[in-house]
């Protein structure tokens, strides 16, 4: 039987999702690849988690088509050395406690007993 002719235009995986270097790309390309499983173990998070990760681009990975997360043999070591890397908080939660008590004005102008009030509350009106 004689061997399809291979298409020299269409690249070796087809990537659905992720963003990688090409020197990245040349790794899985020859299987120098970790799974989000092999990733998740080794720094003590869920697979969901690493996958999430993945997909909004802080772990530099690629998805082909009906395939798994690849990570780069290159981002296993760097995450290995340097750990995850932090997904940045859009508002600190002492911003958003008070936020909440500005949208409920009855309280910011007669403010409560501070010792009548649970935690958060209790933290944004001083004595």
């Given amino acids: 039987m004689p061997k399809p002719k291979e298409d020299k235009k269409r690249p ?30 080794v720094v003590g998070y869920s697979t969901a988690w690493v996958s999430y990760l993945c997909k909004t ?34 508002k600190s939660a002492e911003k958003a406690v008070k936020e909440l008590v500005m949208k409920n004005a009855d309280i910011t102008d007669n403010p409560p007993e501070k010792s009548k009030l649970s935690w958060p509350w209790n933290l944004l009106f001083k004595e």
Wanted: glycine fraction near 10%; charge should be positive.
């Fill in 12 to 41: 070796g995986i087809a990537i659905i999702q992720g963003e990688v270097s090409e020197a990245q790309l040349e790794e899985i390309k020859q299987k120098q690849w970790r799974s989000v499983k092999d990733v998740a173990t």
């Fill in 57 to 90: 681009g802080r772990v530099k990975a690629i998805k082909p088509v009906g395939g798994q997360w690849r990570i780069p043999e290159s981002e296993y070591k760097r995450i290995i050395e340097e750990g995850l890397p932090p997904l940045p908080r859009e």
